[in-house]
């Protein structure tokens, strides 16, 4: 009786283990590939050039100026962000740090191998496209759980340290950002205004699509900061 009861031990432990592997295994891939679509979403505000979304404006603003990729940019901005969590004493997680660069890599990467796009019909269709790749991507990465990026975190810092809202936070930051980034020669236009409208409720809708189930399990996050919470450019 006592082997038989330790053998449906040992299984039960055996199939918990592997479900947990399994979700281990699909959040790493809800990570990445949302990492990589997002900077893939972005290349393609690029190239529609109707106007970016806030951090884009930013990053196109820098690269014109350095004459660095936007990608590179895109990481450089990012290191320089995280480096703001240390006095605000933020956690960053493997997300986080794979934030930084993936999504530059893929932007660059997109850039490449998307050509410029001609007509205003074709640039709208792209542009659209790359607002709801971004709402599918900011879901993905998201719901893998695994940490917020760079600015997400410098968002919920300052609202921890301030006491604001976390909508005022961001949409501080998210002013400040546009209008520097234009200042340096980024694109703002009618699918920056789009971008803002949207993107809330598309990365809300996908947050539920690609939701994976904790089933109690312990979390592997090391930013304790909840999806619902950091719907933002990361």
């Given at each position: ?18 479900l ?52 590179v940019?895109s ?21 986080t ?76 930051i998210?002013v ?27 990365a ?8 994976v ?22």
């Amino acid at each position: 009786m006592h082997q038989s009861t330790s053998t449906i031990g040992g299984r039960t432990l055996s199939i918990t283990s592997g479900l947990r592997g399994r979700r281990l295994s699909r959040r790493l891939l809800q990570l990445y590939i949302g990492l990589a679509l997002y900077g893939a979403s972005s290349a393609l505000l690029v190239r529609g050039g109707l106007g970016l979304e806030p951090w884009g404006v930013l990053h196109q603003g820098l690269a014109e100026r350095t004459g660095l990729t936007i990608g590179v940019v895109s990481i450089i901005v990012g290191a320089a962000v995280l480096l703001l969590w240390v006095p605000m004493r933020q956690r960053p997680g493997l997300g986080t740090v794979s934030n930084v660069f993936v999504i530059g890599i893929a932007m660059d990467g997109t850039l490449a191998a998307v050509p410029a796009v001609d007509g205003l019909g074709a640039r709208i269709a792209v542009t659209a496209a790359g607002i709801v790749l971004n709402g599918m991507a900011t879901g993905l990465y998201i719901s893998a759980r695994f940490g917020p990026g760079p600015r997400d975190g410098l968002m919920t810092g300052l609202h921890r340290l301030t006491g604001r809202s976390i909508r005022l936070v961001r949409t501080a930051i998210e002013v400040a950002v546009v209008a520097t980034g234009f200042a340096l020669g980024g694109t703002v236009g009618a699918a920056t205004v789009v971008y803002a409208l949207s993107i809330g409720p598309l990365a809300q809708l996908f947050l539920r699509v690609f939701a994976v189930p904790q089933a109690g399990e312990g979390s592997t996050v090391v930013a304790g900061s909840s999806p619902a919470r950091v719907i933002l450019r990361s």
